[in-house]
């Protein structure tokens, strides 16, 4: 077997702090729930249509299901207009602070 090959035990000195972008990570998460609750709205809808069973330990359980599917397409929906919310206010701050940086500095007293 070959030898394998070992990485470096420290990190750089020179690393860049400025590499992560909040903005980014924001739209990051607002993405995946958005994924997250489509997943969970189409699962909803897929489970309503289904046929109801006809032994009772099997309606309890298609029962359970359509609870638990429905919860969590309620709960992701919830998360996404939060989502939404957190997106509008970002781009809010981003415009105001652009706008900042082209008025300039205030003027000296």
Known sequence: MRKHRHTQDTVSN??????????DALESVH???LRVE??????SDAVDRLHC????AAR??????????GKTAEESSV???QGDQLMA???NHLQARQANRELGPPPAV
């Open 79 to 81: 998360a996404l207009a």
């Open 53 to 56: 069973l006809l032994s009772p």
């Open 60 to 69: 309890r359980a298609f029962a359970r299901m359509q609870i638990l599917v």
């Open 38 to 43: 489509t997943i969970a709205q189409v699962a």
């Open 14 to 23: 020179n690393a860049e702090p400025d590499n992560f972008r909040a903005s």
């Open 31 to 33: 993405a995946a729930i």
């Open 89 to 91: 206010a970002l781009a």
